[in-house]
């Protein structure tokens, strides 16, 4: 018990050293980078207090209207998580085109949005979703670096992908045929205007329906893989061609 409260005290007293020396902003920062896994959830009340959004909480799936068993609850991305996985991404300043498959209230287009791409575009089914997503992107405007933001209520299934989309986020958001008819469409796309993607797996554990899917498809290659907290990862996917289509076609 001692030992436990010695030690508590000495946290403490650093962390006030922290924040005389560096203000609030520069003591978090410090701080967070040395936090144990467990406290990501402190980094993200951090985050939605200085954003002025609120995108917490997990909401099952028959609450969002979803009958069929491939779609998935609604929960989001830890924001650490995103911000180490957009960094292991080699999109081009301006150029590249950015889309979150399950886009929800909206955190991981906020996220998106303070990094250098052309566009942002959410792909949310349940429209009372996409009704807080934009009230979000709204509030959090001064922060962004790509103001140019679209939240489309659509099925993913039946989405027509950009044929300039080349960074794709998906956080495990459905399973099965789901999975299959956004990667035809994302084949779809490529063939009609042939470009290097990224699609990005966060779906934390490779045993998981989602990630098996996305490794078996035979024009996608694993390009990188991110570790997160928890023991958990993510996973980064590029098209083996320019094209979807086969070899010689």
Known sequence: MTSAFTDLSGRTVDLLRKVRSKGFGGSYRAVVRRIPPWEERIRDLYCEWRLGISTDGEIPGPALGH???????????????????????????????????????????VVASGYPFRRVIGVECAQQLTDVAWQNVERARRWMRCPDIEIVTADAASYDVPDDATVLYFQNPFSGHVVDAVLERIKTSLNRAPRQIFLISHSHDPAYRFEQQVRTCPWLQLWA????????????YTNARWSAAPAGA
């Not at 991404?89 to 590249?96: A, I, L, Q, W």
């Not at 893989?225 to 980064?236: F, H, K, M």
């Open 67 to 109: 009958r069929d068993p491939d779609c998935h609850h609604y929960g989001p991305s830890y924001y650490g998580s995103v911000h180490r996985i957009l960094k292991a991404v080699p999109f081009r300043d301006g150029s590249d085109v950015f889309i979150d498959f399950g886009s929800g209230k909206g955190r991981v287009l």
């Open 225 to 236: 893989e991110v570790r997160l907290q928890r023991g958990t990862r993510a996973w980064i």
